[in-house]
C-alpha cells in the first residue's frame, strides 16, 4: 500500500526531529526516530491491521513505536490502496 502523510502529520514529525536535534544538540537521536518511522512505514505498508489498535472515536489505527516513545495514527483507504498518517505524536502528549 501507498503511505501518504497528512501535513499536519509530517509538520509534527519534523517538529519532533527539530526538537529533539535542539535538545541534545546531536542529530543521533532524531536519526534513531527516522529510522524507527521508516521501518514503521514498511510494517504497515505489507499489513497495516497488525499490532495496530483501532480508536473508535477517531476512527483511525494507532501504532506505538520506538519503545512506546512515540505513536501514529493513520486511515486505511482500502479502495484506493493508500495509508494516511494523519497524527505523529510522543506518547508523553495529551491523548488525541
Given at each position: 500500500m501507498?503511505?501518504?502523510?497528512?501535513?499536519?502529520?509530517?509538520?509534527?514529525?519534523?517538529?519532533?526531529?527539530?526538537?529533539?536535534?535542539?535538545?541534545?544538540?546531536s542529530?543521533?537521536?532524531?536519526?534513531?526516530?527516522?529510522?524507527?518511522?521508516?521501518?514503521?512505514?514498511?510494517?504497515?505498508?505489507?499489513?497495516?491491521?497488525?499490532?495496530?489498535?483501532?480508536?473508535?472515536?477517531?476512527?483511525?489505527?494507532?501504532?506505538?513505536?520506538?519503545?512506546?516513545?512515540f505513536?501514529?495514527?493513520?486511515?486505511?483507504?482500502?479502495?484506493?490502496?493508500?495509508?494516511?498518517?494523519?497524527?505523529?505524536?510522543?506518547?508523553?502528549?495529551?491523548?488525541?
Amino acid at each position: 500500500m501507498e503511505i501518504k502523510w497528512i501535513c499536519d502529520a509530517e509538520e509534527d514529525y519534523y517538529n519532533t526531529l527539530a526538537y529533539w536535534y535542539k535538545h541534545n544538540r546531536s542529530y543521533t537521536y532524531s536519526e534513531k526516530i527516522m529510522k524507527a518511522v521508516e521501518v514503521l512505514q514498511r510494517e504497515i505498508a505489507k499489513n497495516p491491521y497488525f499490532l495496530a489498535k483501532y480508536s473508535e472515536h477517531l476512527g483511525m489505527y494507532r501504532r506505538n513505536f520506538l519503545d512506546n516513545r512515540f505513536v501514529i495514527y493513520y486511515k486505511v483507504i482500502e479502495d484506493k490502496n493508500r495509508i494516511e498518517i494523519h497524527y505523529f505524536r510522543s506518547t508523553k502528549q495529551r491523548p488525541l
